[in-house]
């Protein structure tokens, strides 16, 4: 079902080496994770859109990054999925520099949500992602996917064990599945709240 709030969306461009600019400057929201987490097929189902995002059955695809605009409002910012071992290293390092130069000194992005497979918890290059993030102090949503792949008392314990290994409150933390919909209305919310919150002090 499509979230209530987002009401219109269009893919508006890409950028695919370090220092191009985006496409214009509405405010950001970007959305990153490992290559295999499920990002196209969450993007898709928080935009309420099957084929925004190309989902593609061989991980690390995406080598841009992807401008979506929402609501004539702000863009949703899909950056390339990282962690790919099977990608040669200059891929790797291309894809690392790219995301990097996205980030710093980045004044229109508004918060970040980082995706993690609730069956595989946080990986290195999680770690090394949020710490990147809390150097620049961009404001991170922590979202774990793919839940519908885990039995209650699974998905109960996902979701502590990521909270007490990060050490974050609860409302930084967001269960969804794009196959059953768990979620995906919160955190469609939640990426307009990011916006929101960042409304009065926009020039």
């Known amino acids: 079902m499509t979230p209530v709030r987002i009401r219109q969306v269009e893919f508006a461009g890409a950028i695919g ?29 928080v935009v309420g859109r099957k084929r925004i995002a190309r989902v ?12 979506f605009r929402i609501n004539d409002r702000f863009f949703l910012v899909d950056l390339p999925g990282y962690g790919f071992a099977r990608a040669p290293e200059a891929v790797r390092d291309a894809w690392k520099r790219l995301i990097e130069d996205y980030l710093s000194n980045n004044d229109r992005l508004d918060g970040l949500v980082l995706l993690i497979d609730c069956r595989r918890g946080i990986q290195e290059a999680d ?8 150097a620049d102090e961009i404001p991170v949503l922590v979202v774990l996917t793919k839940m519908d792949k885990l039995n209650r008392s699974g998905q109960t314990r996902a979701v502590a064990d990521l909270r007490n290994e990060l050490k974050i409150p609860a409302d930084q933390v ?28 926009d020039p």
């Open 17 to 45: 080496r370090p220092g191009q600019a985006p496409p214009d400057d509405l405010r950001q929201v970007a959305i990153a994770g490992r290559s295999n987490v499920g990002k196209s097929s969450l993007v898709n189902a």
């Open 56 to 67: 593609s059955g061989t991980p690390g695809k995406t080598r841009e990054i992807n401008f």
């Open 127 to 134: 770690r090394q992602l949020l710490e990147y993030l809390a």
């Open 174 to 201: 967001l269960a969804t599945s794009a196959h059953s919909g768990e979620g995906v209305d919160v955190l469609a919310e939640s990426l307009l709240a990011l916006v929101d919150s960042n409304d009065e002090g």
